[in-house]
């Protein structure tokens, strides 16, 4: 395989900015933990109208047997029940059911809405992404659309395939209006407040698919938080279906699956969800899917290779809010104490790195550095220049290099990312050995894993 072709395989993760601290509107931001039975699920909410009234997504709350309300500000916890709920919009208004105020009797503040995003400025979502105990803001990237008012509709090819992705209990509709989210949301944004410039909210955080990994994600329209208000709608008594759950961003820690663990750390990864590539390319946009149909054909033309059934597992690092995707079927180390992931193919001849750290960016980056120079003595690759970015606190850089034997041909390549973004750190890097080995297995890993460093992304904690 060329290095042209192998580079054309390589997609690097976009650029993924925090915010510089978090606004005074923050303060009324609070967590929203659901219990069902021995089960809990995290998600955020916000106060709304009054000190005692909290807005969060109905899917947050559907179907629990008790509600409570933390707020970091007042450093107070408090009951709450379900008041009113309006499905259309997947959001609910909680109150609180005893005294929710500080050791002085200070209340927290109403937010109050602001107008339509706009995709030129900067926006900020605040919550508790993966149930972190922390409140922490993310920057929010909104999509140019076509419509006016996007509708989930313009997200999914048919209503069968909405009901089939998100389910059918009734809530959001496939009609309902949302503001398309381009930027990593994760599970514990349901009910977050995204807020602009001036700290008003604009939209609410609801969902999106494959853990928003496929960055296919929404928001609630703030336009909604009025009829919220004033709604008689019959409130839910169940949770949401399994494929809702997936699909909307609420915190499910009790719920996940296997575990990657290192023998010797006790470290640890949690897988979230896996899916086919066939079923991740069906439910992204048209721009995203068409790339993944090119690679298909091209896998599919050049070595016979059918990538539409392979299977994309993501895990988790509860720690950090890392969320690393890699093919299933790969060998899998988690280093105890660099929490370095390496995904190897059964040959041994394509790996892939990858590394994310919330702070000691410059630290992480020197060692995830010496990681891969200890695998081949890489030298610039005469065909691809590195590219560089850099903007204030944030820093990228995508190189590639290849490593050649005692008569100079070459023997390996290397295709690597680093980005750091204030201190957190994202590295990743797919390596391919041994050229004149290379088997169909491999080749099938190699394009797998380039997908997959795409995939992988990161929460700031």
Known sequence: MSRTALLALFLMCPAHLFAQGLPSSSASVVRVTCRVGAQESVGTGFVWSRPNLIVTALHVVAGCTSLEVFSETLKAAAKAEVDRVLREGDLALIRVTGTFADAAGRELVPLKSGTAPNVKEEHLIVGYPRGVKTRQGDDIRFSLVDAQQPTLSDLFKSEAEFTRLVGNQGYPLYVSKIWRVSSTIQPGHSGAPILDK????????????????????????????????????????????????????????????????????????????????????????????????????????????????????????????????????????????????????????????????????????????????????????????????????????????????????????????????????????????????????????????????????????
């Open 198 to 461: 001036t700290g008003n909210v604009i939209g609410i955080g609801d969902g999106g698919l494959y853990g928003g990994a496929s960055r296919i994600n929404w928001a609630i329209p703030a336009d909604y938080l009025q009829r919220l208000l004033t709604s008689n709608e019959q409130k839910p008594t169940q949770a949401p279906l399994h494929n809702a759950e997936r699909a909307m961003f609420s915190a499910d820690a009790n719920t996940k699956d296997d575990l990657v663990d290192d023998a010797a750390g006790g470290e640890k990864l949690t897988r979230s969800w896996s899916a086919t590539l066939g079923d991740m390319a069906g439910s992204a946009d048209d721009e995203e899917a068409k790339d993944l149909e090119e690679l298909f054909q091209t896998a599919k033309k050049d070595f016979d290779i059918d990538l539409r059934t392979a299977i994309i597992d993501i895990y988790e690092d509860d720690d950090t809010g890392a969320s690393l995707a890699v093919p299933r079927g790969v060998a899998l180390h988690l280093d105890a104490k660099t929490k370095l992931l390496e995904a190897t193919a059964p040959s041994g001849r394509v790996a892939m790195y990858v590394q994310a750290s919330a702070d000691e960016g410059d630290r992480t980056m020197a060692a995830f550095a010496e990681v891969l120079d200890s695998v081949a003595a890489w030298q610039p690759d005469p065909d691809s220049e590195d590219e560089r970015e850099e903007d204030g606190d944030y820093r990228h850089l995508e190189m590639s290099r290849v490593a050649k034997d005692g008569r100079g041909m070459e023997t390996g390549q290397m295709f690597a990312g680093f980005t750091i973004d204030e201190n957190s750190f994202l590295g990743t890097a797919v390596i391919a050995t041994e050229y004149d080995k290379l088997t169909k297995e491999d080749l099938r890993a190699l394009y797998l894993m380039m997908i997959c460093v795409e995939l992988s992304d990161y929460a700031k904690n």
